[in-house]
């Protein structure tokens, strides 16, 4: 117990210290977002896991059905910090201390966590560049934190149907989930189903998912109201 405990405690030290790393262009970039598997068989040989060293913790080079967790968060990982290694230091330090302070936890802790609950590894990229959109001031820290939330509930199957939502749309079982997860709300009620029934559309989360991290073109500018269709007056 007190092993694994120490084990966690330097993995988070370790992702703590390459995020600060200021070389993080030239280590990644010279192996590429796909030479991943190549640097792990390598394991703690691989230039890419001495010069990114929490690689080299989360994954011990047995490779085996059981570290299938661990392979999988160390693709995540690489994934981010491939994702980030444009972002200068000064930035990633801004970004940290305000993560920190919004979320009253170690940055490293909660961005460890949040890569480690991921349903898929795609979503990775995304959650860069809505990082990248909050450095830049596009987004708040607290946009950044609901679009991760609602990312975390949603099927990344069901992204590519996310557009759709740009204007009032209904698709059974896709509204539903987006709704649950807070991507867009009920816009259109009509009770007499002579339009298709409800409609929903992209909430402000939905709309800074798709504009940042996806980089597909929103208007931001439209108002949220929810039309109703009766026959009453």
């Known amino acids: 117990m007190e092993e694994t405990a120490n084990q966690t405690t330097s993995v988070i030290k370790s992702f703590d210290n390459t995020f600060e790393l200021g070389n993080l262009v030239d280590s990644l970039s010279q192996v590429g977002e796909v030479g991943l598997d190549y640097a792990l068989e390598l394991s ?10 929490v690689l080299g913790l989360i994954v011990s080079g047995t490779k085996t059905v059981a570290n ?15 994702g980030i290694k444009d972002i200068s230091i000064e930035k990633r330090r801004k970004f940290a201390e305000e ?21 898929n590894q ?15 001031e596009e987004i708040t820290i607290l946009d ?5 939330l609602a990312l975390e509930r949603t099927a ?10 740009v204007n009032d749309y209904y698709e059974e079982g896709v509204a539903e989930a987006f709704e649950a997860a807070g991507l867009v709300y ?3 009620i009509d009770p007499r189903n002579m339009l298709g029934g409800p409609k929903m559309k992209l909430s402000k989360t939905g709309r800074d998912i798709l504009k ?5 073109p929103v208007d931001f500018d439209a108002p949220r109201n929810t039309k109703i269709i009766s026959d009453f007056g």
């Open 44 to 53: 703690e040989a691989a230039p890419i896991l001495k010069d990114i060293p």
């Open 68 to 82: 299938i967790r661990s392979y999988v968060l160390a693709n995540k990982v690489f994934k981010f910090f491939y």
């Open 99 to 119: 993560y920190c302070q919004a979320n009253r936890e170690d940055t490293a802790v909660a961005l460890l966590s949040v890569l480690d609950r991921l349903n």
């Open 122 to 136: 795609n979503y990775v990229p995304i959650i860069c560049r809505l990082m990248k959109a909050k450095i830049d």
């Open 144 to 148: 950044f934190n609901r679009c991760i």
């Open 156 to 165: 990344y199957t069901d992204l590519e149907l996310l557009p759709r939502f």
């Open 186 to 188: 009920l816009s259109v």
């Open 212 to 216: 940042f991290g996806l980089e597909h």
